[in-house]
């Protein structure tokens, strides 16, 4: 199953040098059938981009918590078995049973350095957002608006070493 790991570059590093990394609490994001009844319309490719969009999001909270990681929103894309659906937690929450392997990994994206102001602001105010304060939202909102970049898995050394 294609799932959508939230991470950071610090976690990248840790892809890159070990080859492997576990999200987490083994959480991730993934088009599951919770995810495909809340959505009357859409293809598979729409419901893959919000999936994507709930990793991003959860890559702020990752962010939230790591006051010396660059400030850029990361989600891997990974190819996995052992996934089970976590329709309690959110449509899209899917928990992994094991590490992710770098031969797994069918993408990586990354927050281009324009975004940086944007995501620094909203890791500040995440935790609000998601309680439902609407000035917090919108700052979370400009954070989001930043597409992320797409990466293929051999280029991450090099991406890594740009940065």
């Given amino acids: 199953m294609r799932v959508y790991l939230p991470a950071t570059i610090t976690m990248l590093h840790e892809?890159?040098?070990?080859?492997?990394?576990?999200?987490?609490?083994?959480t991730a994001f993934a088009v599951t059938p919770a995810l495909r009844e809340s959505y009357t319309e859409g293809s598979?490719?729409?419901?893959e981009y919000v999936a994507m969009a709930d990793a991003a999001r959860a890559s702020l909270r990752l962010l939230s918590a790591d006051?010396?990681?660059?400030?850029?929103?990361?989600?891997?894309?990974?190819?996995?078995?052992?996934v089970t659906p976590r329709p309690d937690l959110d449509n899209s929450v899917v928990r992994l049973s094991g590490?992710?392997?770098?031969?797994?990994?069918?993408?990586?994206?990354?927050?281009a350095s324009d975004a940086e102001d944007a995501?620094?602001?909203a890791v500040t105010v995440i935790d609000a957002a998601d309680m439902?304060?609407?000035?917090?939202?919108?700052?979370?909102?400009d954070a989001e608006d930043h597409e992320l970049a797409?990466?293929?898995?051999?280029?991450?050394?090099?991406?890594?070493?740009?940065m």
């Avoid at 590490?99 to 927050?111: C, F, R």
């Avoid at 439902?132 to 909102?141: L, Q, R």
Wanted: charged share 30%; proline share 4%; aromatic share 8%.
């Fill in 44 to 47: 598979a490719e729409d419901l």
């Fill in 67 to 82: 006051p010396e990681a660059m400030r850029r929103r990361v989600v891997v894309a990974a190819d996995v078995e052992g």
């Fill in 132 to 141: 439902g304060d609407e000035d917090a939202e919108f700052v979370v909102g």
């Fill in 119 to 121: 995501v620094a602001k």
């Fill in 99 to 111: 590490v992710v392997v770098l031969k797994d990994v069918a993408s990586i994206h990354v927050d």
């Fill in 15 to 26: 892809l890159n040098t070990a080859g492997e990394f576990k999200p987490l609490n083994g």
């Fill in 150 to 162: 797409w990466y293929a898995t051999q280029e991450l050394p090099f991406l890594l070493e740009l």
